[in-house]
C-alpha cells in the first residue's frame, strides 16, 4: 500500500527553522508530483507548497512564498520542505501528498495523502 510518511516536525521558536521530509514507497515516485499542505486547528486544510515531477517548477503559498523551499529527490524518493523565518501562525498540521497537476493553487488530484506531522511555533 503507497503511504507517504512524513517526518521532521516538532517545537521550535519564532524565527526558528525546521526541516519536513516525506518519504514514499510502492510508486513510481518521478511520475508524480508532490505538495505540501497544512491544517491548523478549526481551520481547512490549505495549500503550502507543490513540486512538479522532476523538481524544476515550485509553487508556493503566498503566506510561505520567501520562507519555505520544496525540493525533490527522485533516487530516494522524498521530498523536502524547509522552513524559516518560522511564525505562530505557521503552527499546524502539515501533509505531504502525491497527485498530479501541480500549480499555485495546490495539487489538481491528490492520489495519496500521508498521516501528516505537527509543527508548532511559539511565540
Known amino acids: 500500500q503507497v503511504q507517504p510518511v512524513e517526518s521532521g516536525g516538532g517545537l521550535v521558536q519564532a524565527g526558528g527553522s525546521l526541516t519536513l521530509s516525506c518519504a514514499v514507497s510502492g510508486l513510481r515516485f518521478h511520475d508524480y508530483a508532490m505538495g505540501w499542505f497544512r491544517q491548523a486547528p478549526g481551520k481547512d486544510r490549505e495549500f503550502v507548497a507543490t513540486i512538479n515531477w522532476y523538481g524544476i517548477w515550485t509553487y508556493y503559498a503566498d503566506s510561505v512564498k520567501g520562507r519555505f523551499t520544496i525540493s525533490r529527490d527522485n533516487a530516494k524518493k522524498t521530498v523536502d520542505l524547509q522552513m524559516n523565518s518560522l511564525k505562530p501562525e505557521d503552527t499546524a498540521v502539515y501533509y505531504c501528498?502525491?497527485?498530479?497537476?501541480?500549480?499555485?493553487?495546490?495539487?489538481?488530484?491528490?492520489?495519496?495523502w500521508g498521516q501528516g506531522t505537527q509543527v508548532t511555533v511559539s511565540s
Open positions: 501528498a502525491a497527485g498530479s497537476d501541480p500549480s499555485q493553487s495546490g495539487l489538481g488530484h491528490v492520489s495519496y
